[in-house]
């Protein structure tokens, strides 16, 4: 029983294209985990863990938000902790983030949301997407929004991230 109300104290609904820019109409109650130690013990995994968190985007997994009016996680130790991101890719201007970068921060993820977009509709192609092939061992990836003419090479994608494959040799 207790659980299932930290579960609803601390966890947002999924994130949506609705909620990427607003506020959830349902606020987060975090002053629960200093009621006691017992309490932050049993509950800070679920804030950090079940959570989706926006990915920074040229920091990647440093400073995440939960949401975009909330303020990034700062502290290393919980931002270790989170096992879910979300991350609009933007495929018609040059990545602030390289190969190894990605694949340091995002290897192993319980989840991984790739929001892809452009400004101008087939205005590119899917080469930032290649940046993420180094990644691997996530748990569930999935990628949507502008992939028309590529669909093919995003799910491909999709289980490369998904293997734990160091090779890079699926096919």
Same mark, same amino acid.
């Given at each position: 029983m @207790? &659980? #299932?109300i930290?579960? %609803?104290l601390l966890v947002h609904p999924p994130l949506t294209r609705n909620l990427l820019g607003a506020h959830s109409s349902? &606020? &987060?109650h975090t002053a629960i985990l200093a009621a006691c @130690? *017992?309490? %932050? $013990? #049993? $509950? /800070?995994g679920m804030l950090y863990g079940e959570n989706t968190f926006l990915a920074h985007q040229t920091m990647l997994t440093s400073f995440p938000r939960l949401r975009v009016g909330y303020p990034p996680v700062r502290e290393a130790a $919980?931002?270790?902790r989170i096992r879910r991101y979300h991350m609009r890719v933007r495929l018609d201007c040059d990545a602030a983030y390289d190969r190894e970068a990605l694949a340091r921060a995002f290897a192993g993820v319980d989840e991984l949301t790739l929001e892809v977009w452009q400004a101008a509709f087939l205005g590119a192609d %899917? +080469? /930032?997407l290649t940046l993420f092939e180094g990644v691997r061992g996530v748990g569930r990836v999935r990628i949507y929004g502008s992939?028309? +003419?590529?669909?093919?090479? /995003? *799910?491909?994608l999709r289980r490369v991230m998904e293997s734990h494959d160091t090779h890079g040799c699926l096919a």
């Open positions: @207790r &659980l #299932e930290y579960r %609803h349902r &606020l &987060l @130690r *017992q309490t %932050h $013990a #049993e $509950a /800070v $919980a931002a270790a %899917h +080469g /930032v992939t028309t +003419g590529f669909e093919d090479y /995003v *799910q491909w």
